[in-house]
């Protein structure tokens, strides 16, 4: 698997609690609400090259159904640079913890240490929550070929449950499995929900997978939908954009436009399909009105499952199998060819760079429209259509999925901005609709 080096921009979703409610009913149903702020930063790393979290295509090939509670809701606010990170509280009593919110991962992992050093750090400690525990080697996950983790689990020295992770960009996290709750409110909290507890990892932000393996966060939490809203990415000292995050119902929905998952049988084991991918049926591209000359075969999966295109949080751009990304690049070639940056190929996967004044080149490439089936269409506007990559250089924000060592398409947070995207899980579904996300509610 090629491994993506980070980028320097990072879309956090980070959770500052700002109203909390719930509400117990006589059937058992909850009704839950809570409020986050989400905050974007900026990060610096020596390697500047679009992020790509996700790590679907090392996830469990197990597709199952489970039952879910439409009960849940859960409200917060984000801000927007990269990658979509959460602050969610966990544990009893809760500890706040950074995770990056990627629907293209399975398994959630949190940082771990044993014992708070002072001043005490963002990693959880375990020693002070009283509904956190270990899984034994006994337990039914900790097989040798257990099929949901991308190296086999293990026992180690202690007798206890060990594993590996690894991410499509590098990103690694080893540790023990364990089980802790999310504890919303005093009235509000999961059952204990099995997660990494990573005492080794290349990252001080964990990773809430919310993808459809058994193992996600919205599978355990039996999540009947979860939604967000990413602001425009914006580049000046002093303003954060700040974006919104459900979990359960979206006043906002009856504006939705939906496509329905694609699903995929279980017994198909195709060497390029993630069956717990977000899949949907996409069409066609257009810019500037004009419908380009891509085949549908090159959004569709193959025997192979080459061409499955994927709604994945995790990943900054947008990527595209190489017949699709020649006729993007041919055309925007053609209108915009003069200004392109010769020889530059951005964090090795996008050569579509623009030095100059990113609204003239904007300008001469025009509006740019993925279309999906059913008519929903997503817009991507001239004025988004580039992305500040640093050094006064500017890239369509598609990159190549080979590039990638992948054969899939994947839709990126980077063409979710201003957009409301809503995961159906019950309905197996996804809705779009566009908004100003910076004032969403």
Known sequence: MFLCNKTVLLLLLLLTVLSLSAQASSNNNTTFSVSFALISRRFSHDDLSPSYYSSFVSQTKQNRKVARAPSLRYRSKFKYSMALVVSLPIGTPPQTQEMVLDTGSQLSWIKCHKKAPAPPTTSFDPSRSSSFSVLPCTHPLCKPRIVDFTLPTDCDQNRLCHYSYFYADGTFAEGNLVKEKFTFSAAQSTLPLILGCAKDTSEDKGILGMNLGRLSFASQAKISKFSYCVPNRVSRVGYTPTGSFYLGENPNSAGFRYVSFLTFPQSQRSPNLDPLAYSVPMQGVRIQGKRLDIPATAFHPDASGSGQTIVDSGSEF?????????????????????????????????????????????????????????????????????????????????????????ASNIFGNFHQQNLWVEFDLASRRVGFAKAECSRSV
């Open 318 to 406: 947008t990527y595209l199998v190489d017949v699709a990304y020649n006729k993007i690049k041919e055309e925007i070639v053609r209108l915009a060819g003069p200004r392109m940056r010769k020889g530059y190929v951005y964090g090795g996967v996008a050569d579509m760079c623009f030095d100059g004044n990113a609204i003239e080149v904007g300008r001469l490439i025009g509006d740019m429209v993925f279309e999906f089936e059913r008519g929903v269409e997503i817009l991507i506007e001239k004025e988004r259509v580039l992305a500040d990559v640093g050094g006064g250089v500017h890239c369509v924000g598609i990159g190549r999925s080979e590039m990638l060592g992948l």
